[in-house]
């Protein structure tokens, strides 16, 4: 049988194997510690969990609208005028399967063959599979540490050629945990629309930052409109800790919504219909009473991890405010050293290979999703293993 191209062009994604091996090694009886998945640690939220159950069991599961249910559409337009104080329509509005069909959605309406797509590197390495899925070629964008490896209009007009279509940026952004300035997004934006671009911006780190509150480009742009050619991506998966439920949404310029909805039609007829009722749960106050704890547990992690690494011999490069990730410098080669830590002292963090074309044998990602008493286990372990290369006795 003979395969499509496609099919040989789409990477693996190598932090599935070694998440593998680390389950084969505990199936063996070693006491890994994972800090390489970017899924919350915690169960989903009570008030959705309830809500879940209670849509199934009143039979809450034939199709919706393509786009998604209205109640659902306009509780999240409620959130953007509550949280973030943007207004934005809710037709403008469109509920997905998770922020993946809507990265795909959205690169299926924008990009054609040939076209090129700007991509900051390091980044979330599915964003280049969706460009590929159209026929599109991602064009990687070297961002710098002391940019908090985001880019900046200057590094991304550089780029720009007469095949470029756009721009694919993530704030906060996986591997890196860290975000745009308003300054940023304000230029990129402006800039983006005089080159008659297209603009996605995936924000599904957004409500998990420490240390101003949580942003959106709508705040800047404001709703999305032929004029401000922006698609906004986001998704319950993360801060609502609803990964399994595969429920995302996107904020779309209403000339788009007949492709997008054609689309939706197609590829998936509608996104999870129990899953969408449960959603509503979430802008609840005691779910966002929940998640607002959940977060603060978050940041307590990240300032121990962002004070413990480099005491452990693992050096930062950048000051991650946001998700759960810390995007180092690993000891040596990236894909040695997480094995070699793996094996040896039972940690699991991920080489940077998946998520960089320049940097990813020299840098590696850490995900702070899990308890803190892992992650005090995981950077002693880290500690004794880079002093003398052998494990802690457990
Ligand atoms: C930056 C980024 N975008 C999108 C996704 C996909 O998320 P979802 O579970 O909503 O499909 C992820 C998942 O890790 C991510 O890190």
């Known amino acids: 049988m003979k395969q ?40 989903m939220p009570e008030p959705v969990q309830q809500a879940l159950v209670q849509a199934i069991s009143t039979n809450k599961t034939r199709y919706t609208a393509a786009l998604g249910l209205p109640e659902l559409r ?29 990265l795909m959605y959205a690169c299926l309406a924008l990009v054609n063959p040939g076209n090129e797509v700007l ?33 900046s209009w200057a590094d991304l007009s550089k780029h720009w050629t007469e095949k470029t279509a756009g721009v694919l940026l993530a704030s906060p952004n996986n591997p890196t945990g ?9 230029e990129i934006t402006a800039g983006v629309a005089t080159r008659g671009g297209f603009i996605i911006v995936d924000e599904i780190y957004q409500s998990l930052c420490y240390d101003h509150p949580a942003q959106s480009v709508l705040q800047v742009t404001g709703a999305p ?35 997008i909805e054609r689309f939706a039609q197609n590829l998936s007829i509608c996104p999870n219909t129990p899953a969408q009722w449960a959603a509503l749960a979430c802008f609840q106050a005691e ?6 704890e959940r977060r603060k547990l978050f ?56 998520f960089s074309q320049y940097r990813g044998n020299e840098m590696m990602r850490f995900s702070y999703a899990n308890s803190m008493e892992n992650l005090q286990i995981a950077i002693e372990r880290i500690n004794q293993f880079n002093q003398t290369g052998s494990p802690k006795a457990v």
């Open 4 to 43: 499509s191209e496609l099919s040989t062009l789409v990477q693996p994604f190598h932090v599935m194997e070694l998440v593998k091996h680390a389950n084969a090694l505990e199936a063996q009886g070693k006491p890994v510690i994972h800090l390489s998945i970017g899924e919350p640690d915690f169960p």
């Open 74 to 102: 306009q509780a999240v337009s409620d959130y953007y005028r509550s949280a973030f104080q943007v207004q934005v329509p809710a037709n403008q509005i469109v509920i997905t399967s998770g922020a993946s069909a809507a």
């Open 119 to 151: 991509l900051a590197d390091p980044g979330y390495p599915c964003n280049k599979t969706f460009i590929q899925m159209t026929g599109g070629t991602p064009a990687f964008v070297q961002t710098a540490e002391e940019e908090n490896f985001q880019p």
């Open 178 to 186: 860290t975000q745009l300035t308003a300054t940023a997004m304000k």
């Open 225 to 259: 409109s032929e004029q401000m050619p922006l698609l906004v991506i986001n998704s319950f998966s993360k801060y609502f800790g609803m990964t399994g439920l595969r429920l995302g949404w996107m904020v779309v310029p209403e000339n788009l919504l007949p492709a």
């Open 287 to 292: 779910t966002l009473a929940i998640c607002e």
């Open 299 to 354: 940041k307590a992690r990240r300032d121990f991890m962002v004070h413990a690494l480099p005491g452990a011999g693992i050096e930062l490069h950048s000051t991650p405010d946001s998700a759960f990730y810390i995007y180092a410098k690993s000891p040596y080669s990236s894909e040695d050293y997480c094995k070699d830590l793996l094996e040896k002292a039972w940690v699991c963090a991920v080489p940077g290979k998946d």
